[in-house]
């Protein structure tokens, strides 16, 4: 046998077995670079070519992409070819190119070799293909539904999850979301997150109109971009994309009803071709997206919202509790809590009913409240209430309590819990009550003079003598005078008290000794009340700079109060002097009732007359409030004390050169 024929049976065997080879395992290989490898394995060995490659068609480019290669020739080789085309029932599928340093003398029943080797592997290829493709929307659809199960969780960060998931289908290296938002009339797209080193471009705001963007927000598909080399490097997207070291990326905007809501980003490193399962997966990603941050944009505005209920309730001046069906206190607010600090009932931490066993409740007839007749329990049959309470505190302290309660209804109607309120209207109540007294009072004191002048008139009517007789005139003309005095007195209180109300009392400071003042203030008490012993205790001069008139107004008011309450012939002293260098003092002591400990808050307070108050004649009850208001635009103090049934020490503190 020659050596010709020894190379052919050789060769023959070779291309045996590589068709063997091909044929016993092209059922089995189901991985792609596995049946691309394996045939350019066969290949070479068959044609003994020195370098191969695989092209394959893109049919949704229709272009021929590199797809395997072996044995690269060195640059600048020269190379001979030969190309093999691979078919699939009659489709085009791509070509096997291989490579020959010289020019081969390929044997024909070689070329049919490689032609049937093309032709099992491209079937072998074809079929990876599908799989892989199926493999690879498999796990695109598991990711999905990962995401999409971990979105249902309200505690999941959603826009991290979707970023990572972003870069999970498609191996990015980085993704951003971006937010719309309207400013001026102008729409822009905010980024709001980010992963990867794209981090720092947060905050970045672009226009609806630039350049790429406008195209992803035009478009329902995504925006692929396979090459950054294709974009123009002008516009502001082509200049981040390569800042960043951005080769390729999908951009598709999010959309919900219709609405573009922000865009989806994901980037690779390096030049890349997407397959249509990793748009199609970008494009599934970007739908749920959409979904779940509109749904959180929701959650967060509610949850805004009702932080903001929240804050509103919690900082109300009046007390909110939300109580169950049980009794128990589901919310309370800081108004509700300071009152059961107050209260020291067991309101806060216990149950409506034992909260009720410590701090009782009256209706405007003075009957206990019970919560089974109450309007808690009529609350959960649907009806509303708002009435007038008094609450009792352990201590025996009352305070007047306006109370509203309401049912909350859930959304099928049921009722499963109740809001009660009320608010402490002790002062409003005892401004009202006040107020009648002032009627009733005033009233009382303007009727008196107005009678005995009546009176007066009358007789004179009846007996014009008295006129011409001087003893009778003298008297008659003298009590006219005198309830003009009282009239007069009482008007001008009411004229002070508005005045102040009003914040028109001026004070006319003028320099004036307050000795001086004590010693007129004491002879007109001597002057105009024999009842009572009047004393002076005061140094021979104390200067300052006051309003005279008004702090003769002070001392006067005070004087007639200590001899409205003190007992017959007992003695009113009056004491000035001064405390250090810069304030005077003066004490008014009378040996009266004396004033409790729950009333002196209350004493200085417009038409309010003390318990005492009942037994003596006469008085508006403005005194002492006009008396205050005087010593506080003067920038001093009045206060008193009053040891149990000993009388009472009103002193009054004044600095010696007030500023007004």
């Known amino acids: 046998m020659t050596s010709d024929e020894h190379r052919a049976d050789e060769q023959s065997a070779l291309e045996l077995r590589a068709l063997q080879r091909v044929i016993a395992t092209g059922a089995r290989a189901l991985e792609l670079d596995v049946v691309l490898d394996r045939c350019l394995e066969q290949a070479l060995a068959v044609a003994r070519a020195d370098a191969g490659q695989i092209y394959l068609l893109d049919p949704k480019r229709k272009q021929d992409r590199l797809a395997a290669s072996r044995h690269n020739l060195p640059e600048g080789t020269a190379a001979h070819q030969h190309e093999i085309v691979l078919m699939v029932e009659e489709e085009r599928l791509g070509f096997l190119r291989l490579f020959f340093k010289t020019r081969p003398a390929l044997a024909g029943s070689t070329v049919e070799t490689l032609e049937a080797i ?6 072998a290829i074809e079929s990876a293909r599908r799989h892989q ?30 970023l990572d998931t972003a870069c999970r289908l498609v191996g990015g290296q980085g993704a951003l979301l971006s937010a719309m938002f309207e400013r001026d009339g102008a729409q822009y797209s905010r980024l709001s997150h980010a992963v990867g080193d794209d981090a720092r471009l947060v905050g970045m705001e672009l226009p609806v109109t630039a350049p790429y963007l406008r195209e992803s927000l035009a478009s329902t598909t995504p925006s692929v971009v396979e090459d950054v080399e294709t974009l123009d490097p002008t516009t502001t997207i082509g200049q981040i994309a390569r800042q960043q070291a951005t080769r390729a990326f999908i951009l598709v905007t999010m959309r919900q009803a219709g609405r573009p809501i922000g865009q989806l980003f994901v980037k690779s490193s390096q030049p890349r071709i997407y397959a249509d399962a990793e748009i199609d997966g970008v494009q599934l990603l970007a739908n749920m997206a959409a979904q779940a941050l509109t749904r959180d944009r929701r959650r967060a505005e509610e949850r805004a919202e009702h932080a903001r209920v929240a804050a509103i309730l919690e900082h109300l001046p009046i007390v909110v509790a939300v109580l169950d069906k049980k009794g128990n206190i589901v919310h309370i607010n800081a108004a509700g809590r300071e009152l059961a600090r107050r209260t020291g009932s067991k309101l806060v931490h216990d149950d409506w009913r034992e909260s009720l066993a410590s701090v009782r409740l009256y209706d405007r007839e003075g009957n206990l ?3 089974e007749g109450g309007s808690l329990s ?5 009806a509303s209430s708002a009435e007038e309470l008094t609450l009792e505190t352990p201590s025996g302290e009352r305070r007047h309590i306006l109370s509203v309660t309401v049912p909350l209804r859930e959304p099928d109607g049921r009722i499963e819990m109740v809001l009660s309120s009320f608010q402490d209207i002790t002062a409003l109540r005892e401004l009202s009550d006040a107020k009648d007294r002032f009627l009733s009072i005033a009233s ?8 005995s002048l009546r009176a007066t008139t009358s007789l004179l009517q009846l007996d014009p003598r008295a006129l011409t007789d001087e003893s009778r005139r003298t008297t008659l003309l003298g009590r006219i005078q005198r309830q003009i005095d009282r009239l007069s007195l009482l008007v001008e209180r009411l004229l002070d008290t508005t005045r102040l109300n009003a914040g028109e009392l001026p004070l006319e400071l003028v320099e004036c000794d307050l000795t001086a003042l004590c010693q007129d203030a004491v002879e007109h008490a001597r002057m105009t009340d024999s009842e009572h012993r009047y004393a002076l205790d005061a140094p021979e001069a104390i200067p300052g700079r006051w309003d005279p008139a008004r702090i003769e107004q002070v001392l006067t008011n005070l004087l007639s109060n200590a001899c409205r309450y003190s007992p017959t012939h007992s003695e009113i002293v009056v004491r000035a002097r001064l405390a250090g260098s810069e304030r005077a003092v003066v004490d008014v002591v009378d040996q009266g009732p004396g004033v409790s400990a729950d009333q002196r808050e209350r004493l200085f307070t417009a038409f309010y007359r003390g318990a005492a108050a009942a037994r003596h004649k006469g008085g508006l009850g403005l005194g002492l409030y006009i008396t205050r208001e005087i010593v506080r635009r003067h920038g001093g103090t009045i206060d008193v004390t009053s040891p149990p049934g000993h009388g009472a020490t009103f002193t009054v503190e004044l600095p010696l050169r007030p500023t007004l």
Do not use: K, W
């Open 133 to 162: 493709q199926a493999e690879l929307r498999a796990r695109i659809a598991r990711m999905l539904n990962e995401c999409g199960e971990r979105l249902l969780d309200p505690d999941t960060d959603a826009p991290a999850l979707i």
């Open 369 to 371: 409240v019970t919560l």
């Open 378 to 382: 009529r609350a959960f049959t649907g």
């Open 444 to 451: 009382h004191e303007l009727r008196s003079p107005i009678t």
């Open 118 to 123: 093309g032709a099992f592997e491209a079937v």
